[in-house]
């Protein structure tokens, strides 16, 4: 007989809700069985806490947004200059190098909020026409060292600072494409980023779009342990992920880890589709039905259960990747008004979660970048890995 040929199932980077219902609709009628699958050993049937959360819970963003104050932007402003006056390279700056002798303590605690409360804050609002490119970069890194003590690199030429912009047209010549929604202005859809947490800096925003969404990963955990068990079996078992012309050529772990009482969910569906010029490559094991239907799953419950965040230029917006999944609207640019954001990974090294095991090697590598290997582009570029290999 035949071999029959396993293939790629219908499913592009955007998720498609007709598809997606037809998806779920065929297997439960081939698989009426699968409504009945408990849970894996060790998943809990459901979780509680702050960070389980609903969009709808929060009534105003004063619950998430600390305003600086005049006396708290003049301590900045002093932070800054007494880094300055060291003459060290960026990668020093630190808690240490970047005093805040009053609002470093109320960052702490912030921190511990990210942690141990909802998982977001929004630090508002730097005076960003103030300053210099190099200026701000010395306040963004300094104010985010009293959040989290450790920079993650970003690409595989240890830069520690990515310019979050539409790139198309300014980068269209790049080998390899541009291989990354974030780097456009179309629309992200629901992921995690790798490492414990982003920070996201506002130099200017779109002249429409570009709203900020974020959802609380064990509120879309829930959901699915209490209507789909069987899509939690799929997403705490190995994925194929492609290393877009890494060696090797792609990595297997699960998407969904129960780690030390924490439910955490890391992924990026551009891995398992492709993402506009940076096609699926060949040669990797498809995804399953299965998988396919959970990753919509997850960005449509996500979606559901999701909070938008008016993000003003100047604010600094902090999230727990571990714990919250994140996604951006379509957006326009005009000449006035072009977004352009600029990102650390950060990790607070003494408040932080467990790190599940398949993902600490990846961590061991974001976070073991040195002061004199860390560089923070002041323009724009698009992230490298080792090999000269656009990501």
């Known amino acids: 007989m035949p071999v029959a040929v396993v293939t790629q199932p219908d499913i592009e980077y955007h998720p498609d809700l007709a598809k997606y219902k037809a998806r779920t609709a065929r297997r439960l009628e081939q698989n009426p069985e699968l409504l009945k699958t408990t849970l894996p ?42 880094f300055e006056s060291l003459e060290k390279p960026l990668g020093y700056i630190s808690r240490e190098t970047f005093p805040l002798p009053n609002l ?37 890194a300094g104010v985010s060292s009293h959040v989290g003590s450790a920079r993650g690199k970003q690409d595989g030429t240890g830069a520690v600072l990515a310019h979050i912009k539409d790139l198309t047209l300014s980068h269209a010549h790049e080998k390899g494409g541009i291989g990354n929604s974030a780097y456009t202005t179309d629309k992200q859809v629901f992921h995690t980023d790798v490492g414990d947490l982003i920070a996201l800096f506002a130099l200017d925003n779109a002249a429409e779009g570009g709203t900020s969404r974020i959802s609380s990963g064990p509120r879309v955990y829930n959901e699915l342990a ?14 194929p992920l492609d290393s ?19 439910i955490i969910i890391q992924y990026s569906r551009r891995h398992f589709t492709g993402y506009g010029e940076q096609k699926r490559s060949a040669n990797i094991p498809p995804i399953t039905e299965g998988q396919a239907e959970a990753l919509d799953a997850l960005h449509y419950t996500a979606e559901k259960f999701s909070l938008g965040l008016n993000f003003q230029k100047g604010d600094i917006q902090y999230i727990n990747s ?16 072009i977004r352009h954001l600029i990102r650390l990974w950060l990790r607070n090294d003494e408040l932080a979660w467990k790190t599940p095991s398949y993902l600490e090697p990846i961590w061991q590598r ?20 080792a090999n000269g290999m656009t990501k």
Not at 59 to 81: A, C, N, P
Not at 114 to 128: A, D, E, H, S
Not at 251 to 261: A, H, I, Q, S, V
């Open 41 to 82: 050993p060790g998943f809990p049937a459901k979780v509680e806490g702050p960070i389980v959360w609903e969009g709808k819970d929060w009534t105003s963003e004063d619950q998430w947004v600390y305003k600086l104050s005049e006396e708290e932007l003049h301590e900045i402003e002093e932070g800054m200059k007494h």
């Open 366 to 385: 974001l976070y073991s970048v040195t002061p004199e290997e860390q560089r923070f582009p002041l323009e724009p570029e698009i992230r490298r890995k």
């Open 226 to 239: 209490a209507t789909r068990p069987d899509l939690i079996h799929i997403l705490a078992a190995e994925w």
């Open 322 to 337: 571990m714990g919250l999944l994140h996604a951006r609207d379509a957006f326009r640019d005009s000449p006035e008004h």
């Open 244 to 262: 877009f012309g890494g060696d090797p050529g792609y990595t297997k772990r699960p998407l969904l880890y129960n780690e030390d009482g924490h």
């Open 104 to 140: 470093g303590s109320k960052l702490y605690e912030l921190a511990k909020e990210l942690y141990t409360g909802r998982g977001f804050f929004v630090l508002r609002t730097i005076p960003v026409d103030k300053y210099t490119k190099v200026q701000l970069a010395i306040i963004y």
